[in-house]
């Protein structure tokens, strides 16, 4: 594992929790037993277990990616894994839904047998853009 830049848990735009670490040192975890070491905020480690990688990225120089844990696919690459997902839920078809409802008519027209109330603001009670 490389010595200068130790795996941490990072938050992905997605808001997964993910590893990440030096693509070498991921990819030779993910061929192993998939166990990474990772070094927490507080300073302490834990392990973490690797399930796929993401897309590499370049932090200073260094090749670096994201460890999902398994299960936890990269959003980038889920067009490799939509075969794993369920199948989405057929469409709703709200036409069935509408035609066995009640015809309840339109809206009724507006009661005439009280007047509107009369504006009781001032000329400083007018809109102003900004």
Known sequence: MSEKIPARFRKTKTEKWAVMAPVEDLEAALAADGKVDVQKK??????FTV?????????????????????????????SS????????????LR???????????????DESEPLPDYQGGPDDEWTEF
């Open 51 to 79: 399930g796929s990688l993401g897309k590499p990225f370049d932090v200073d120089g260094i090749k670096m990616c994201y460890g999902y844990a398994p299960g936890d696919d990269d959003p980038q690459h889920a067009q």
């Open 82 to 93: 939509q075969s794993q997902r369920p199948a989405k839920p057929a469409p709703i078809d």
């Open 42 to 47: 507080n300073g302490d480690w834990s392990k």
């Open 96 to 110: 069935e839904e509408t035609e066995s409802m009640p015809d309840l008519g339109s809206a009724p027209a507006r």
